[in-house]
């Protein structure tokens, strides 16, 4: 409930409107932001205003039915706006722009007038931190007296309640420039140059913009995206939309707020065993074994603690991560942040060496110099070399040089990173 303000002694409590919708693309076009970013357009025609930005919430990034990046995005109005009205334009919109054609398309819209409760609160997480059914969210939607459209299975719906409820107490911005329709599944041609130049300028309040060669802020679909530039700075987007050269007309563009790049995500596991498929975490705990690499060039090792063990893996799209990863030890200790998918897998995205192990047993070198071999289970060391015996059958510790370093974080590439991933150029380090 927002308290207005106070007057005399009585206190005026105001709701407010909300809209949220889901699920209207599929991998061959569109996107949900351009529908909200086309409502938004017919709203200025019709003279309905939001309240503060459109809103693009990310969600649970290991939901099955998603097309990219679970994204749902919602909208805020004044009551006293035409919202017979507003409602009318959004349904519109969504039927007539939805991809229906594809099985995998099932939009929702949500309309809810009131206040945001603790409980929509802790749906939304549940829909970030989890996975819900449709008949879940209809029955919560039917519990809060929110009103729901569902096209086709309406999958939307889950998405779109949690759009509305969910708190942004950390964002982000990010700024989306839609193709003329023309130029929908062509090659995108933004002037490179700019874009480092644009970066240059405007890091760290923009973020993500490129990877080496790799254009970061162009979707790689057939979406109506052009590009998306995040900041934590509407003002500073501006700047960027200038220096960016498109090499294309842009139809249109909007600025959402978002949860993007906040770590929404993850919750703190005390063990391992708590931790559960489908969901993400911040998990501390020993590397068992030095990380090694399989076909396909995905590299695993295992995390332990006192309840249990993890296998842990960073993926060939991480590139370069993975050679950091293969620095770890046996005996490290680290904290990892990531998520559990299908393979039952943790997904790193980015980890803090918490102590490193600066120590290897290794069997001893020999007064001759060569290093000992076991003479046999509990019969010591003996060297080939010269043939000197010894009875003790302890290893001895080896110091080892360490590259990684005692508190640091290490993170994926950017252009293997997650939405809701935190950048360290985020986070509050010393
Ligand atoms: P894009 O990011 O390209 O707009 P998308 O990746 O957001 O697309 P959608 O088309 O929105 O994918 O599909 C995601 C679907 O998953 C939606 O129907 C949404 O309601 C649903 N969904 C979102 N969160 C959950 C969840 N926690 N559990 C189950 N379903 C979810």
Redesign the pocket.
């Known amino acids: 409930m927002e308290i207005l303000y106070f007057y005399s002694s009585s206190v005026i409590i105001m709701d407010y409107f909300y809209i949220g919708i ?5 991998p061959d076009g569109m ?3 351009f529908l909200a970013s086309s409502i938004l357009n017919e709203f200025e025609r019709s003279n309905i205003k939001i309240i503060d930005y459109p809103r693009l919430i990310r ?2 990034p290991f ?10 995005v919602s909208f805020k109005l004044d009551i006293d706006e035409d919202t017979d009205l507003a409602k009318e334009i959004v349904l519109g919109y969504v039927r007539e722009l939805s991809m229906f054609d594809c099985d ?3 939009p ?1 819209v949500v309309f809810y007038e009131g206040e945001i409760t603790e409980e929509m609160v802790d749906y939304a997480f ?3 931190y ?4 449709i008949e879940e969210a209809e029955e919560f939607a039917n519990h809060i007296g929110a009103e729901i459209y569902k096209f086709k299975k309406g ?6 309640i ?1 759009a509305i409820s969910c708190p942004l107490e950390d964002y982000t911005y990010e700024l989306l420039a839609y193709r003329e329709p023309s130029r929908y599944g062509t090659l995108r041609n933004i002037d490179y140059d700019s874009v480092v130049r644009m970066d240059k300028e405007t890091y760290p309040e923009t973020f993500e913009n490129i990877d080496g060669k790799y254009l970061a802020i162009e979707p790689k679909t057939p ?1 109506p995206v052009l590009y998306g530039i995040r900041s934590n700075s509407p003002e500073v987007l501006e700047k960027a939309r200038e220096m960016v050269i498109p090499n294309e007309t842009i139809a249109d563009s909007c600025i959402f707020k978002t949860n993007q790049h906040t770590d929404m995500h993850i919750q703190n596991a005390d063990r391992i065993s708590d931790m559960k498929q489908y969901s993400c975490y911040r998990i501390r705990g020993t590397v068992k074994e030095r990380p090694h690499i399989i076909e396909g060039g995905h590299m695993f090792f295992t995390l332990y603690d006192d309840s249990g063990e993890i296998e842990c893996g960073a993926y060939e799209p991480t590139k370069d991560f993975r050679k950091i990863v293969a620095k770890l030890r046996e005996g490290d200790v680290i904290e990892l942040y990531g998520g559990i998918g299908e393979q039952n897998t943790f997904n790193i995205e980015k980890f803090q060496v918490i102590k490193l192990n600066e120590f290897v047993y290794r069997n001893p070198v020999c007064g001759c110099g060569k290093r000992m071999s076991s003479a046999g289970r509990g019969k010591g060391f003996k060297c080939k070399s010269c043939g000197k015996r010894i009875e003790s059958d302890e290893k001895v510790p080896e110091k080892i040089d360490r590259t990684l370093i005692n508190g640091k974080f290490y993170e994926t590439p950017v252009s293997a990173r997650r939405h809701l991933s935190k950048p360290l150029i985020r986070m509050d380090l010393d």
């Open positions: 889901d699920d209207t693309d599929s996107c949900t932001t969600l649970n939901a099955r039915f998603k097309t990219r990046g679970n994204g749902g995998n398309t099932n929702g549940k829909a970030i989890s996975i819900i059914t999958r939307g719906i889950i998405g779109s949690a979406c």
